[in-house]
């Protein structure tokens, strides 16, 4: 049995033989020299945020309190602050912090606190090993859907062991990776405590994004302008695979990968594969100027909506880049395709 399932299995049942109501205790010690308050903000699903507050004496500060499941929980100094995010369980928690203050580019005084360790807390140490198994598993040489059957399969197991608590919200919330069907099945496993926060907290976003993002769906095309100025939705380009680019001047990830985008489509625009880029940009002058500085030749459509662009709402975008790979159907084929692993796959779709 892999080393990070080992973790995950050992953990999942040592919190499920813990009893319904978890007392808690958290011990902080910070570096620096701030001497406020500190406060411990969570919410018990639908319920209203509770807020505990203690001072800051000697470095050191204590909450105790008790939790009905795992909850996610903020720590946060006094007036305009950072927040730490941590998992509330039953237990002895330590947590370990830095503080400084620093003005930000509105000329405000804000309070930083960022954790340096988390230990005690079978939540926090659950979502951590799953994350680290998560990584390696997206680093393997398998296809694309024997990773989502292996994180399927997990996470179905995590979310079964403690669905009322937020760490399967918080998984599912960003698990692209997997089919609709088998986000749709986690989701129905969570508790309906669980499921009526899917609107605020990105679960909703995610299911409706892999409702119309699964293999074989047809793409959703959108009339748009393009940098002329000339109504344009790219849904009668001819093409053997058209990439669907979602993108934005301000994005740096975006803009590092446009100089793989503009080899690719000079090395296989010819032999069929095709390019749209639909700006999620607000600005006409920023998104031309990128335009021309990374050189892109191919269409570039917007309609300066930013996140609020009808394409960017169907999609329930909640993150760029993103990309779709279509057929010369226009059907999705593959998405969230970037780099080394786009050029593989093109190299295999229009062979030289």
Known sequence: MPKYFTIIVVTLLTLALHAQTRPFTITGNLQGNYTGTISLRYTLNTQEPITLQTRVENKTFQFTGQVPHPVQATLALEGLSTALWLYLDSGNIQVNARTHTFIDTEGRLVNSLQATSIAGSYSETLKSDFFTFWRTLIETDQPDSAKAETLFRHMLALVDAQPASN??????????????????????????????????????????????????????????????????????????????????????????????????????????????????DEERPKWLSAIANDEL????????????SPAAQYYALSFIPFN?????????????????????????????
């Open 167 to 280: 760490i399967g919200s918080e998984l599912l919330r960003d698990a692209d990776l997997l089919t609709y069907a088998q986000a749709d099945t986690i989701f129905h496993h969570l508790s309906k405590e669980q499921q009526a926060l899917a609107g605020s907290n990105g679960v909703a976003k995610l299911l409706q994004r892999l409702a119309h993002t699964d293999r074989g769906t047809p793409f959703k095309f959108f009339m748009l302008t393009d940098k002329n100025g000339k109504p344009m939705s790219g849904e009668h380009l001819p093409h053997k695979y058209m990439l669907i680019d979602f993108w934005a001047s301000w994005c740096g990830p975006c803009r590092r990968e446009h100089p793989n985008l503009v080899s690719l489509h000079s090395k296989y625009h010819p032999a069929g594969f095709e390019i749209v880029s639909i700006s999620l």
């Open 297 to 308: 030749t191919w269409p570039q459509l917007s309609d300066l909506k930013g996140m609020s």
């Open 324 to 352: 779709l790979l279509l057929d010369t159907h226009g059907r999705i084929i593959a998405k969230d395709i970037k780099g080394e692993r786009l050029q593989k796959l093109l190299a295999s779709l229009l062979p030289e």
